[in-house]
């Protein structure tokens, strides 16, 4: 069964600093998504990656991926209050069909 | 930007009642799914629907819930006869074959 864990699972951080959130999981994937929802909201996809070494950049946030390890990061640079949400990693059961497994979150509090 | 579009946002029931939640897929997706998210909690599986069946479900997709496509746009879960333990958020995602998913805003479901 393919279980994915996140850390740290709570996170407060000033403004300006730098931080990285680690998910890991427990059987083999060539592709890992991360999810991001503020409260009472949605799940907003923020990256897909698709293949080992893969690295995607959008403004403060950059995923990487590396499948051997069976880790991905997502490093948070600078942060600014409006980052302040949770964060999901998911990862794609094999066997086709899509089913994803959630990580259990991140909540992060960016503090000004 | 296309969305999957979700009705009602919230819900409450008595328990024992049945609800359907409805989901409008993106058009040219294939797959179809149901995820819940007890509230604090992790985002959990339901199922997952493809070419017109069930193409997996998880142990918490039991007898008392079932899934439909009635017509070309649409995509319902019904729960039988709700619990308490039913409260959560629901949430409709849709997929093409190979790439993430995109959930829809989702439903609160209140059981009292």
């Known amino acids: 069964e393919l279980k994915v864990e996140q850390n740290p699972l709570f996170l407060s951080m000033q403004e300006g600093k730098n931080y990285t959130i680690y998910c890991n999981y427990s059987?083999?994937?060539?592709?890992l998504y991360w999810y991001r929802q503020d409260p009472g909201k949605s799940l907003e996809s923020l990256f897909v990656?698709?293949?080992?070494?893969a690295v995607k950049q959008e403004g403060r946030l950059m995923a990487s991926l590396d499948t051997k390890a069976r880790l991905s990061t997502l490093h948070i640079t600078a942060a600014v209050h409006d980052l302040s949400a949770t964060y999901f990693c998911a990862v794609p059961n094999s066997g086709g069909y899509q089913k994803v497994t959630f990580g259990t979150g991140t909540k992060l509090q960016v503090i000004p | 930007e296309p969305e999957v579009t979700q009705t009602p946002s919230h819900q409450v029931t008595q328990m024992g009642q049945e609800v359907i939640l409805r989901c409008v897929p993106i058009?040219?997706?294939?797959?179809f799914y149901w995820y819940r998210q007890i509230l604090g909690q992790k985002v959990e599986f339901l199922v997952s629907f493809y070419n017109n069946e069930i193409s997996e479900k998880s142990e918490i997709f039991d007898d008392q819930f079932s899934v439909e496509r009635p017509d070309g746009s649409n995509f319902t879960l019904k729960i039988r006869s709700t619990k308490l333990e039913d409260s959560a958020m629901y949430f409709c995602?849709?997929?093409?074959?190979?790439?993430?998913?995109?959930f829809g805003s989702g439903t609160r479901l209140t059981v009292v």
């Open positions: 059987t083999t994937s060539d592709r």
């Open positions: 058009s040219n997706h294939l797959y």
């Open positions: 995602a849709s997929s093409e074959a190979a790439v993430g998913y995109t």
């Open positions: 990656l698709l293949s080992n070494g």
